[in-house]
């Protein structure tokens, strides 16, 4: 069985232990690797290689970087396929999708190529009498990454390409569950002549995750995953004097008023809920039908369910793939089960789902649930699944309000033909991503990603304009070259402009 090692200081590594995590095809349920799970010891050594490269990477020409950057992003894009390929044999998620994400991996990376103009200082010429002042950004030295299952490509490419443009060297340790996509990352970066040690990859469970986060010689922590984890990583690395930024869960809505296209929303609601099989953390999980809009958008948004082609993610007519695991499947059911139980209307059930051929994979239909109360289990949780939960409201600002009562801040959208409703929504929920008529409302990487509440811990968003602010520190330069012939107008009280 093929087993999945770690890449330190430019080449595959077996570590020091033999400690393994069986990685599944989520489609068959069949064991297809396994990864091995790095000890303190391989987690130090591929830190210890990082710090190595960065006293040259760090001094390495913004030309050279970008140089580096450019050969990347065409080795990736020429790879594409092979890298979504692998995603979905080890995550589930179909082709195409898998393809998408690639793509939005990818123009992280094409905003990190422009990194000589994002690292440009200020300057200000003769502050004071023959003094000028200027400021430029330095990186931080060795950083980390911890990333999540449900996008093991885009994630990561959503920390390195920034973190590395701007001069630092990184320590990713991905998702036990679908680790291959960050090993070709890996190789990639390699043909692209970035030097050994600017990138490593070590796979692991807790025992990997603490020995980054207790490191003096890691100066950062990036973290996707859920938020009991966000919250503990911010804890932990933050007391050890790192910077943290820690995306946590989502439980993100989406408002649909009475003058919507109910058409047009109910095409986007289905695909922003059983996309991926729901396993995205912006994906929509509530609906909010306002009004009159209840009926209508809950019968769209059935027919578009009951619709939904689920398969196998090698299946070019798949819309949907399996969830990643059997725990998953299992714990999915379970609140569909609890969300019946405690009042709630099961119009569209995905329970039971079998794939012809697939009998073994861990598959869950489209599901919706309508006249869900904000006190039951299925609305509370983050689902993480194909399952679309409708709530019902009188009001668009009633509709606000329980958005904001949420302790979660991702993502939220509305479907509205109103542009006062839709500005007043954009102004009054406390959420980090609206979108207007879009779904799921994931930002362009020259801006950044991020939510509010307990959907982030930090206070910097992952890649865009904060993600460089995040992977560097600011020094700023006052200076004075005197002419010989001058007094040199030394004084003891607090130096002021002249």
Request: aromatic share 8%; glycine share 10%; charged share 20%.
């Amino acid at each position: 069985m093929r087993t999945v090692q770690h890449w330190i200081a430019g080449k595959t590594t077996s570590g020091s232990t033999d400690r393994t995590a069986p990685v599944f095809n989520p489609a068959t349920g069949a064991q297809q690797s396994e990864v091995l799970l790095g000890s303190t010891a391989d987690v130090e050594s591929a830190i210890a290689a990082a710090k190595d490269a960065f006293a040259e990477w760090s001094q390495t020409s913004l030309s050279r970087r970008t140089k580096v950057l450019f050969a990347f992003r065409e080795l990736v894009n020429a790879h594409a396929e092979e890298i979504a390929e692998l995603i979905t044999d080890e995550h589930g998620k179909v082709l195409s999708d898998a393809l998408g994400e690639v793509q939005r991996g990818l123009e992280v990376v094409e905003f990190a190529c422009g990194i000589p103009h994002l690292l440009k200082g200020d300057f200000s010429d003769q502050v004071s009498t023959d003094v000028d002042t200027y400021s430029f950004r330095e990186p931080l030295g060795v950083v980390a990454g911890i990333t999540p299952f449900n996008f093991p490509a885009m994630v990561p490419m959503w920390m390195f390409p920034v973190a590395i443009a701007c001069g630092n060297t990184f320590v990713l340790k991905p998702s036990e569950r679908d680790p291959s996509a960050s090993m070709r990352l890996a190789e990639l970066w390699q043909q692209a002549g970035l030097p050994d040690g600017v990138f490593n990859v070590v796979h692991g469970d807790k025992v990997a995750v603490d020995t980054i986060l207790d490191s003096p010689d890691v100066a950062a922590v990036s973290f996707v995953g859920s938020t009991r984890i966000a919250k503990y990583i911010h804890e932990r690395g933050t007391a050890n004097g790192k910077r943290v930024q820690a995306l946590g869960g989502a439980k993100n809505h989406a408002i649909v008023l009475p003058d919507a296209d109910v058409e047009f929303a109910a095409d986007h609601l289905a695909a922003a809920a059983f996309g991926s099989a729901g396993e995205r953390c912006m994906a929509i999980s509530a609906a909010v039908a306002v009004g009159s809009a209840g009926d209508a958008i809950v019968e769209a948004v059935n027919e578009r369910a009951r619709a939904v082609k689920v398969g196998s993610g090698r299946d070019s007519s798949s819309e949907m793939g399996p969830v990643v695991t059997k725990e998953a499947q299992e714990r999915i059911l379970g609140l569909i089960d609890t969300g019946e139980a405690q009042g709630a209307t099961v119009t569209v059930d995905g329970r039971g789902y079998v794939v012809p051929g697939h009998e073994d994979g861990y598959f869950v239909g489209p599901t919706v649930i309508d006249r869900v109360a904000t006190d039951m289990d299925v609305y509370r949780e983050e689902i993480f699944g194909p399952v679309l939960s409708v709530v019902r409201t009188d009001s668009v600002d009633e509709a606000i309000a329980l958005i904001n009562a949420n302790p979660y801040g991702n993502g939220t959208a509305i479907f509205t033909s109103s542009g006062e409703a839709a500005r007043r929504f954009q102004r009054g929920v406390h959420v980090g991503m609206i979108g207007i008529n879009v779904p799921v409302p994931v930002p362009m990487a020259f801006y950044s990603f991020g939510g509010w509440k307990d959907s982030l811990f930090g206070d910097k968003h992952v890649h865009g304009p904060e993600g460089v602010s995040f992977y560097t520190r600011a020094k700023v330069v006052t200076a004075r070259w005197p002419h010989s012939s001058h007094a040199s107008e030394a004084s003891f009280h607090f130096p002021t402009a002249k």
